[in-house]
């Protein structure tokens, strides 16, 4: 019986109950298990189909080289010539296989000193580019001036620096005296809020809301460019719009006019969704956007490391102002006469509006983390700072110029807002919102509100403080009041 696989006797005979042929069982156990079939027909086969055949044990002879003492000597022979033969073979594929390996090391070496260099052509190119003088786009319809005049570093016109000091003559001459007013919300009211409505957008990605001075209309934007001011009273949107400019960034009112800066760099004043004027003066995204005290000037930040002012009544860039960090979030003080930004590197920046200078820089107390949010208070000596992934707010003072107190809210802060009066700070983030209340009489803290919101990004208070508003990362605007 010879395997009719390998043509030789088999040490383990078994027969295909398929084809009836004889096979050794190792191999054709292997064929049937990588094919399944029999190796002479083709039929499918299985293991259980194999009949195992008994035979007496052969015992082979020796093949007929291996006879003699000169015969082995010759086998010798050739098996350590074959064995040299190899040696020699693996030597030379060795030795093709280290200069692979030193080719292939050097052009490794190579590659990386390329892409090193051109990632530092390339941050020499965005760093260039982000002190780049662009022009505005100021005729009110969207479209760019081509004789608009570079506007980077410019000072400020006699025009404006007047406005700048009547408006701070004005606000700073009352601010100390004015009482609080007798129908603004007290600390045992705000304990009672509580979410009363709650008002779906349908708008996706959106990071910050902002309240017209009378706390009626809400603004907020979506990803796709998509701007929507929001009744409060009548439950509906007054407009909605697609600005075509980018998704939206920060919101902020200038009177009746709403101001949007968005991913695309341009910063669009719209008035009942009609687009008044759109600037593109960012080389990046545009951050965040501020609304002077007069109401007459605009401030906007990017992520170029700059900050730029213009002016609404005629529609212009006044200035565009460089720094060494992007720049995350902005904010006029209540006066009006400096201008705060919040960098990427954890620093909050104070600038002189009429020289546009740096006046003073606040160190990040959380190392480098992103500002997510600062506002003033109304009594014009405190600035509430709130950084990425923490789950505390900080107070600065600017009579001092340091940090007056450290509040714990409890999860991380993505937005912070003071009340018109200076005494209430609300806070918001992903588990809520909280409200922490400064008295003067005893000069305490204490927290009057902690009320859970989930997703919340951005809070802003309504008129007289009878209200919080809270925006959702979802685009759910809740309404607490009591």
């Known amino acids: 019986m010879l395997c009719a696989i390998s043509g030789e006797a088999p040490e383990y005979p078994v027969a295909s109950r398929k084809s009836g042929n004889v096979f050794e069982r190792r191999l054709i156990e292997a064929y049937v298990a990588e094919n399944g079939t029999d190796p002479v027909n083709g039929e499918e086969l299985s293991v259980d189909d194999l009949i195992d055949l008994k035979q007496s044990r052969l015992v082979k002879p020796r093949p007929p080289q291996i006879t003699s003492v000169p015969a082995l000597l010759s086998t010798f022979q ?48 965005r760093d260039a580019l982000s002190r780049v003088s662009v022009t505005a786009t100021s005729n009110g319809t969207g479209q760019a001036n081509g004789d608009a005049m570079q506007v980077d570093g410019q000072g400020l016109p006699e025009s404006v620096l ?13 601010r100390r005296k004015r009482p609080v007013p007798a129908e603004w919300a007290t600390g045992d009211a705000i304990a009672t809020y509580d979410i009363t409505s709650t008002v779906d957008t349908q708008f996706t990605g959106t990071k910050s809301l902002a309240v017209d001075a009378t706390g009626d209309f809400f603004l907020c934007g979506d990803s796709d460019g998509t701007v929507g001011i929001y009744d409060l009273k009548q439950g509906a949107f007054t407009t909605r719009s697609n600005l075509g400019a980018g998704g939206v960034n920060y919101g902020a009112w200038a009177s009746d006019k709403a101001v949007v800066a968005t991913t695309s760099g341009a910063v669009v004043v719209t008035q009942e969704g009609t687009v008044k004027a759109k600037f593109e003066q960012h080389a990046g995204a545009a951050t965040a956007v501020a609304t002077h005290p007069s109401g007459d000037l605009l401030a906007s930040v990017g992520v170029d490391k700059s900050f730029v002012l213009y002016d609404l009544q005629n529609a212009k860039v006044l200035t565009q102002i460089f720094s060494d960090a992007a720049l995350t979030t902005t904010t006029f003080h209540p006066d009006g006469h400096l201008l705060a930004a919040g960098a990427a590197d954890g620093s909050i920046k104070l600038y002189d509006v009429k020289t546009c200078q740096l006046a003073h820089t606040f160190p990040s107390p959380a190392g480098a983390t992103p500002v997510v949010g600062i506002n003033f208070s109304e009594n014009g000596t405190w600035l509430a700072s709130a950084y990425e992934g923490q789950t505390t707010v900080t107070v600065w003072d600017l009579r001092k110029l340091s940090a007056l107190k450290t509040l714990e809210v409890g999860g991380a802060v993505t937005g912070v807002s003071w009340d018109y009066t200076g005494q209430f700070l609300a806070a918001c983030g992903p588990g809520g919102v909280t409200v922490a209340q400064y008295t003067k009489a005893s000069k305490a803290w204490s927290e009057p509100l902690r009320k859970g919101v989930s997703g919340a990004v951005d809070v802003k208070w309504g008129a007289q403080a009878k209200s919080l508003v809270a925006l959702t990362s979802d685009g759910a605007v809740n309404v607490l009041s009591a």
């Open 78 to 125: 050739n098996e350590w010539d074959a064995i040299a033969l190899e040696t020699f073979q693996l030597r030379q594929q060795l030795a093709e296989t280290r200069q692979e390996l030193s080719t292939a090391l050097y052009y490794n070496d190579s590659a990386q000193r390329v892409i090193a260099r051109i990632q530092k052509e390339r941050e020499e190119a």
């Open 162 to 174: 007047a406005k700048v000091d009547e408006t701070q003559a004005n606000l700073s001459a009352t």
